[in-house]
């Protein structure tokens, strides 16, 4: 599984837009992006999954390039609940069962 | 559809005794993962069970833990002669019998071992 690389931390305000990017240059081809968000004293959710270009639901989108070798997260117009650990994932859908493998993510917290 | 439920939420065991850590799966979800997460670390693989099989124990210790997914109920992870480090909050997560690496996440269940 690729090995991925993003910001420990991030501040923001109410109201903004957030941006969070992560490396993983080793990616494989057949290799999927995800994002999960964690709250404090609760499991992770799945945010969003992508493979290239843009993909966007009701609570995030994310940006691939080309290269596949970044990607990111943007939480349009944050609020106050956004406060939470995001992290990202690269591996393969064609494994059912794979174990996730998780970094330290990055903590967003977002202030009034 | 209810979502994965873990019980009890927190369990207070003293050193040496036995944690029982109970996870019922989304309806539906035949496989069943369990995390460790320890104090400001990111989750840990521990153990992918199905049905009456365990699939991968490649992030069990090799000791005190185990675990299963009996035919009937709750997938266990059991954790024998407790120790202080094995103070965490620990996951489990379910994902259906298809193509997918999307799993749902249980609220956990916190063990402190005084």
């Known amino acids: 599984l690729a090995k991925t690389t993003q910001p420990i931390s991030m501040d923001s305000y109410e109201g903004q837009e957030v941006n969070i990017t992560c490396s993983h240059n080793?990616?494989?081809?057949?290799?999927?992006i995800t994002w999960y968000q964690q709250f404090p004293s609760q499991g992770p959710r799945f945010i969003i999954q992508?493979?290239?270009t843009k993909v966007t639901n009701e609570v995030a989108s994310l940006f691939i390039p080309a290269d596949r070798k970044s990607s990111t997260l943007s939480l349009p117009r944050v609020s106050l609940s956004d406060t939470a650990v995001y992290y990202c994932?690269?591996?393969?859908?064609?494994?059912?069962?794979?174990?996730?493998?998780f970094g330290k993510g990055t903590t967003l917290s977002v202030s009034s | 559809n209810a979502g994965v439920m873990q019980n009890p939420r927190h369990l207070v065991r003293r050193r040496g005794q036995e944690a029982r850590l109970r996870c019922s799966p989304m309806?539906?979800?035949?496989?069943v993962y369990w995390y460790r997460q320890l104090p400001e670390e990111g989750l840990k693989f521990m153990v992918y069970l199905q049905k009456e099989n365990i699939i991968d124990e490649s992030g069990m210790p090799k000791e005190r833990f185990s675990a299963e997914f009996p035919k009937e109920g709750p997938s266990i992870l059991r954790i024998q002669q407790v120790v202080r480090g094995d103070s965490a909050a620990y996951f489990c997560a379910s994902s259906p019998p298809m193509v997918t690496d999307t799993q749902y996440f249980g609220p956990g269940t916190r063990l402190t071992v005084l």
């Open positions: 992508g493979y290239k």
């Open positions: 994932l690269v591996g393969p859908r064609e494994e059912p069962g794979t174990a996730l493998i």
């Open positions: 309806k539906g979800h035949s496989h």
């Open positions: 080793n990616i494989a081809t057949n290799d999927y």
